[in-house]
């Protein structure tokens, strides 16, 4: 399988503008030629075409060939993607900014691999770049690629490394099908007819208040400065380096809250997932302020494909399954009214439960049997932390590697 792994990088600062710098200009001017061919002779160029051209006129001489090549090819690719999109929309426009820096490309024939260590080729005459993997990798099967990009939130440089890990997607264990419901105050319920599991991560919402209210003092203290004053510059600074820190946070905890959702499903001896379908919850429907801010708090997009390869990863699919009237709806007997609280309870036959769960259990229906409401809310309620904090902190003094820890269960 194909996985892509952030790492820290150590390249000079000035050394890594200069490569990116390069791979923008080589970008730029096959972009450039492209264009004015079409504007003088009205046709496109053909890739290999404009490649050979740029090679003849401008030759680079200290780089690895392929390292051009794939500056070169960063501007069709990016017309492919365009020719892609203008299919849904019209007004799609091909690729037509030049860039000065772009991301640097090594091709798997400019990298070697030495047991931790990844030499990075610069062709002849310009010294080679290493990059120290971390040991998880050391028996990677190919290191298929290797970037190197500008965190611009974190103003640094990280590499990426794009690895074939030599292992091949599990079978499923079973054929059973469990559905997801993402939520507010739990991240998400994950579940069958039987037994439903609550992903529990209080910590996401509580690094969200934290890093908002932080953001709110920046904010105040930057309105009392003069434009441009050496102070307001370090208030900026600070400000990008918070939203830095809280962008990494909350990816982890992306991921292992999907990472949970997916050995529950394993657990669950499940074939598919199905999550409820909600591309189209923020926009159309006019919600609250409040509730906007709530709903677009969890990027479900990310989530999903986050799930999708973990899932694929253990051989189960992911389906979406349109998600209407599923938190509205009794299990027991299909009466409908809009819950409020955290607990669901229907005045017709006096069913109560939790409110995620009752949406978990009607997305399943949804899925089974065509509409919500035909599935008894399941009678097991586990609970479950993705990660447990403290754990993780003494895991960053120790290097350890935190795994994921599950809590008390039988509660309804
Ligand atoms: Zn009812």
Known sequence: MI????????????????????????????????????????????????????DFFNPVKRWHAHTIDAAQQGFYKACTTAKAVKKLDPD???????????????????????????????????????????????????????????????????????????????????????????????????????????????????????????????????????KGSRRAKKLWRTTSRIKAQHARVIRDLEHKVSRAIVEVAVERQASIIVMGDVRDIADGVDLSKQTNQKISGWNHGKIRALITYKAAAEGITVTLQDEHYTSQTCPQCGHRHKPRGRVYTCGQCGFSGHRDVVGQVNILSAYLHGEPGKITAPATVKHRMPHNLRLMRRCRDTGQVPRACSLETDHV
């Open 92 to 226: 799609a426009k091909y690729p037509h900014w030049p860039k000065r820096f772009r991301t640097t490309i090594w091709k798997h024939t400019a990298i070697k691999k030495a047991g931790l260590v990844l030499t990075l080729s610069n062709g002849k005459g310009t010294p080679s770049l290493s990059v120290r993997l971390p040991s998880h990798l050391a028996d990677v099967l190919r290191v298929l690629e290797v970037r190197l990009v500008y965190d611009k939130r974190a103003r640094r440089y990280t590499w990426h490394v794009v690895v074939e890990n030599g292992k091949h997607p599990a079978e499923a264990t079973g054929r059973n099908v469990v559905s997801v419901d993402l939520g507010e105050i739990h991240p998400a319920v994950v579940g069958d007819a039987e037994e439903a599991t609550l992903i529990t991560c209080r910590e996401r919402r509580h690094e969200a208040q934290g890093h908002a209210k932080r953001l709110a003092r920046l904010t105040q203290a930057l309105s009392r400065t003069t």
């Open 3 to 54: 996985r892509t792994y952030r790492l820290p990088c150590t390249v000079p600062r000035s050394l890594a503008d200069t490569l990116n710098l390069e791979s923008g200009r080589l970008y730029t001017q096959v972009l450039v030629t492209h264009w004015r061919i079409v504007r003088k002779q009205g046709h496109w160029l053909r890739p290999g075409t404009a490649e050979k051209l740029n």
